[in-house]
């Protein structure tokens, strides 16, 4: 029997098509104007390579590719459409929320919650969700990889039964936490982010227990365990790149996981439950005012990473890609990094 409060909050994203109409007004205009790209670029390769394509070829191309997000937007629609018949008759109230409302919603203390879209859908929303219980749907295994989607649209049903009826099993979630002076607060699930807003270089002093130093680099990344497979990793896909470019060798498949180690490189890979945390900044420069002595490593329970804002101006603090839910992070504000108390519960078969 669920609980009078209780309700099962639907957590969608925009497809790609939904993102271009919302651009362009019109399905149509949002046709042309992608088929007007598409064949300028296919025209432009063509004329590189002293190629003539035919306009009835640039056409069809264009139209294969608007074809894709129309294929991908009619199989995500037709998920969330069974999934609202298969969860209606549970019992509790379902309600469907918009990925870009997830930070100003206010989950009830007994929701069980259902993400539907990529993996970043699952991180986007358990850093608000917190303890809640997170059945995550893969509404599309041909695309999607589904790293954190355990569940597909058949068995989203017998998943949400189970967690309403207390026996579903979960995964403890380790989340990360960036803590400022006035009590402000940021949590991730995936990664953090601390650096500059644009692409100038961000200005701070980071410390790591007696060890500080003055940096100048495009931020820092802070990984938990369940991120290791995400932005972590592809630091890691181009440090391997680069250390095999430099060496001469040629790059292996990218269907070789295995390959990196060739270069010396081994990607860090944490359970979703290590409390411990992986730090990363991301090309640091040395010069007269900046060292890149401090680039990587763990944050261990109940260590804390500590940066202090050289910036006048345009710093942020972001987690898990959302930029626009940012802390600021300017001159004097000094942000502690450590994992967070609280974790998120990811339901599992």
Request: hydrophobic letters at 40%.
């Amino acid at each position: 029997m669920f609980k009078a409060d209780q309700k099962i909050v639907l957590v969608t994203r925009e497809t790609r098509l939904e993102g271009l109409k919302a651009k362009w007004a019109t399905k149509s205009q949002a046709e042309f104007a992608l088929g007007m790209a598409v064949e300028k670029e296919l025209a432009r390769e063509a004329d590189l390579l002293g190629e003539e394509v035919s306009p009835k070829r640039l056409r069809a191309a264009a139209r294969e590719r608007f074809q894709e997000y129309e294929e991908e937007h009619e199989l995500y629609d037709d998920a969330l459409q069974r999934l609202r018949r298969d969860l209606d008759d549970l019992g509790p109230k379902v309600q469907v929320l918009e990925r870009g409302f997830i930070p100003n919603f206010v989950f009830g203390p007994n929701d069980v919650i259902v993400t539907v879209g990529q993996d970043g859908l699952v991180a986007n929303t358990a850093k608000y969700a917190l303890r809640r219980p997170i059945v995550a749907v893969n509404p599309d295994p041909k695309r999607i990889d589904g790293v954190l989607l355990p569940f597909n649209v058949d068995g989203a049903r017998n998943a949400v039964r189970r967690v309403l009826e207390g026996k579903a099993k979960s995964r403890s979630v380790t989340l990360a936490e960036a803590l400022l002076p006035a009590g402000q607060r940021m949590l991730a699930f995936n990664d953090l982010f601390i650096g500059a807003r644009s692409h100038v270089s961000a200005r701070y002093r980071i410390k790591l227990q007696n060890r500080s130093e003055p940096h100048s680099s495009s931020g820092v990344i802070v990984s938990t365990g369940a991120g290791s497979t995400g932005w972590l990793s592809s630091i890691f896909n181009m440090a391997a790149g680069l250390a095999r470019a430099s060496a001469g060798t040629r790059a292996p498949s990218s269907s070789s996981p295995s390959s990196q180690s060739t270069a010396g490189i081994t990607p860090v890979r944490l359970r979703w439950e290590d409390p411990r945390l992986t730090f990363v900044v991301r090309e640091p420069f040395v010069s007269k005012h900046s060292g890149a002595g401090i680039v990587a490593g763990m944050i261990e329970p109940q260590q804390e990473l500590i940066i202090e804002s050289l910036m006048p101006d345009n710093g942020v603090i972001f987690s898990d890609g959302m930029e626009d839910d940012f802390l600021q992070f300017n001159s004097g504000t000094i942000a502690r990094i450590r994992a967070a108390q609280e974790r998120a519960q990811l339901v599992i078969p």
